[in-house]
């Protein structure tokens, strides 16, 4: 497990641009170092060897200008390897005249000059070789610095509200990975902090949409339950209970109906998609509002049913639509009026279509009439319209990523809605 980490450690490290060129600059400076130090050495040893032969050349003739007849006693010396006892010889003469191995190279002037100029090169060479390892450590840095301090202003931005994002490269190593996930970091705590605005914005809208659709039911309520303190006939008494209960009623279902359309705007539904008959979500939804269709004598009609069709949708959320849908259909349907059903199924999508024969909406309503609260301006004055049932209606049907669309030939001419599903 050690191994298998320090390969990782140094795979890693060797992804890093500014590792691989510090180690090159090293590696380069090192060889320059070396070149010029061998280059030096091998001047300063062809300068010693050249004086070496000039001293001994020198030696050699003013013996022989002198002594002519040694010369074959003493051109050997100079041209063939010398046994340890004529070096000995050598050195016990000179001690006469004070030379002895000891001899500091003070007064040794050739030694002691190319000692101080190699010194002197040495240190010129090192001192060289380091101002440029500094200059180029420093522009490494330089550049590993600049990319910190960018991510730094990053950080100082997004606690300061502004995203924006800093800028990309396409190299590898640890620091271009780092600005690519402060970049992932930054665009996530924005879409949060974006999520929670709309959340704030959505819970203020809910709680002013609250208050204002209850305020009418809880007043025609107080109103009701005075008229009881006040009104001592029984009959009038059960009247007015049963209005009350209608009222309250009415504020049960819009804070169903508003709950319901603030958990799906905000996305904490998640809806249980399966492959089910829609024949049996329209008849659920149909069933749950049988007692109202009874009350008006709504005739309701199906057509293309024989068949049953499934596609994936979740049963409970889209039956709820149909169902606001159905119930607005009811309202403003006249008694003893007629609704159909009509199923359409194409290769690509499928299609249902409710229809009624009521009064209609108006080409000026038609683009609003899914906006929440909205209520047409030429209501049943015998309806109390919310614009709350087919806002939600529109919001569960493109959660299943499907579309509705309305169509009324006018005013007393009936109304269609569509809703179209890919399948």
Excluded at 142 to 171: C, P, W
Excluded at 173 to 196: C, I, Y
Excluded at 390 to 410: C, D, F, Q, T, Y
Aim: aromatic share 8%; with cysteine.
């Amino acid at each position: 497990m050690g191994a298998r980490k320090c390969k990782l450690l140094i795979r890693s490290i060797l992804k890093n641009k500014e590792f691989k060129v510090h180690i090159f600059l090293l590696t380069l400076s090192i060889v320059i170092l070396t070149s010029a130090t061998n280059y030096y050495i091998t001047k300063v040893y062809e300068s010693i060897h050249h004086e070496w032969e000039s001293r001994n050349m020198a030696v050699l003739g003013v013996i022989l200008d002198e002594k002519p007849e040694l010369e074959e006693e003493v051109i050997p010396l100079f041209t063939k390897e010398i046994t340890r006892e004529e070096a000995q010889k050598g050195y016990d003469l000179a001690k006469k005249y004070g030379f002895s191995l000891s001899l500091s190279d003070i007064n040794k002037p050739f030694m002691y000059e190319t000692l101080e100029k190699t010194r002197i090169s040495v240190a010129f060479l090192a001192s060289l070789c380091l101002i440029i390892l500094i200059l180029l450590s420093f522009r490494i840095f330089h550049h590993i610095y600049a990319q910190i301090r960018d991510l730094s202003l990053g950080v100082e931005k997004i606690m300061n509200g502004n995203f924006h994002l800093i800028s990309l490269t396409q190299e590898e190593g640890d620091l271009p990975l780092l600005r690519f996930q402060f970049n992932q970091m930054a665009e996530r705590l924005k879409n949060t902090l974006d999520r929670l605005g709309q959340e704030k914005v959505l819970l203020k809208n809910l709680i002013s949409d609250i208050s204002h659709q209850l305020k009418t039911p809880l007043s025609s309520s107080l109103m009701f339950h005075d008229f009881l303190i006040d009104d001592p006939d029984l009959e009038n008494r059960i009247d007015f209970l049963s209005k009350s209960k209608q009222q309250l009623e009415r504020i049960h279902w819009l804070i169903k109906q508003l709950l319901n359309l603030s958990k799906l705007e905000s996305g904490i539904i998640q809806f249980n998609m399966k492959n089910n008959p829609i024949h049996s979500t329209v008849e659920e939804a149909i069933l749950s509002l049988q007692q109202k269709i009874e009350t008006k004598n709504i005739s309701i009609q199906f057509d293309n049913f024989k068949e049953p069709i499934y596609f994936h949708h979740d049963e409970k959320w889209l039956g709820e639509a149909l169902k606001n849908i159905l119930n607005n259909a009811i309202d403003y349907s006249e008694p003893h009026g007629k609704i159909t059903f009509e199923l359409e199924r194409k290769p690509n999508f499928l299609s249902i279509a409710i229809k009624d024969q009521g009064i209609g909406i108006s080409k000026d309503d038609l683009p609003h009439i899914f906006e929440r609260f909205y209520q047409a301006r030429l209501d049943s004055p015998s309806v109390e319209g919310t614009g709350i049932g087919l806002a939600l209606a529109k919001s569960i049907v493109n959660k299943h990523e499907g579309r509705i669309e309305v169509r009324s030939a006018g005013i007393n001419k009936g109304t269609t809605f569509i809703l179209t599903f890919p399948i």
